[in-house]
């Protein structure tokens, strides 16, 4: 089995090494056959705190490939545009990935699709194009999205400087292969944590946009994710609907290192209000490029 381990940041500093950043797919593949439905042992809760990921990000990731490959014809920076199309190719892999642990959770009798095609409406619906607008009017609502999903990136770039620097779920020996999915992931999230915020400072550099876009999402990401939570500890076939979500047990949890710390998740979405934020002023670019260079799974890819 692939053992992983969180990688200290390194000396470099993060700028220079995201100004000559290539963002590259890597074509990585996980075996889930020996996943454990409690992959956090003895950790239910925890578990379908982090399995939330896997219902949000297939559906999510399409979305973002979907209206970055829309906005390409708007660019006009050749540099941005190398970057938005390395930025497609790996939201593409992460949406597959997290997808084929959907399909293992279908194997072991938790049925995720129920709550999938509520986060499938609410991105092809809600979020999804209108026919019938005006060209204006149709650009406007793509720099619209654009600028949502700089927003979601914020955090999921949050989340991966977490996942990065995590060593509790090393601690609870959490399942190694998962770790390697996650921590892949992070790492990319903060390789590639400024393409959708310099492309939308592209589009518009005003800072009502962003301001507006933020308490769209950051609300709508969290509400997304406690009834993630919810209809997953109800669907788990193994606890018969008796562990039910609470506040005390999420502040145990996170004390033991095994999720983020909420205050700062909070913290976090509002440094991105800050007039002069920019993403590479979170998270280590040497530190995601070390752990990618450490990664089996990405290894692995390397080698193919
Ligand atoms: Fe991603
Ligand atoms: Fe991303």
């Known amino acids: 089995m692939p053992r992983t381990t969180p990688v200290p940041a390194l000396a470099a500093p993060a700028v220079r090494v995201h100004d000559s950043l ?13 996943l454990p439905l409690h992959w956090v042992p003895d950790e239910p809760m925890a578990t379908h705190i982090l399995n939330v990921l896997h219902l949000l990000l297939p559906e999510g990731e399409r979305w973002f490939v979907k209206v970055f490959k829309e906005a390409l014809p708007l660019i006009r920076d050749e ?20 997808q084929e642990v959907l399909d293992h959770l279908l194997g072991q009798g938790l049925d995720p699709r129920p709550y999938v095609r509520q986060v499938a409406w609410v991105f092809q619906r809600v979020l999804g194009d209108r026919p019938g607008l005006s060209p204006a009017r149709q650009r406007e609502a793509l720099i619209e999205r654009v600028a949502a999903i700089a927003a979601v990136e914020h955090f999921t770039a949050f989340l991966g400087n977490w996942i990065l620097n995590s060593p509790g779920l090393d601690r609870a020996k959490a399942d ?21 915020f310099d492309l939308l400072v592209h589009l518009d550099p005003g800072y009502a946009r962003r301001v507006r876009t933020m308490a769209m999402a950051g609300p709508l990401l969290a509400h997304l994710w406690v009834r993630g939570v919810r209809f997953l500890l109800a669907a788990d076939p193994t606890l018969d609907g008796r562990l039910r ?7 145990r949890i996170t004390k033991r290192g095994l999720l983020p710390d909420p205050v700062k ?3 976090s979405g509002l440094r991105y209000l800050k007039p002069g934020y920019h993403p590479t002023q979170e998270g280590s670019s040497s530190q995601a490029l070390g752990y990618l260079a450490t990664s089996p799974a990405a290894r692995a890819a390397a080698g193919r």
């Open 79 to 98: 540099q941005l545009r190398e970057e938005v199309l390395g930025f497609i190719g790996q939201e593409a892999i992460h949406a597959e990935a997290h």
């Open 265 to 267: 998740s909070i913290r």
């Open 22 to 34: 290539v963002l590259e797919p890597r074509d990585v593949r996980f075996d889930w056959a020996r």
């Open 245 to 251: 979500p609470s506040w005390r047990e999420a502040y």
């Open 176 to 196: 190694p292969t998962m770790l390697d999915l996650l921590r892949w992931h992070g790492a990319e999230e903060v390789e590639h944590r400024s393409v959708a």
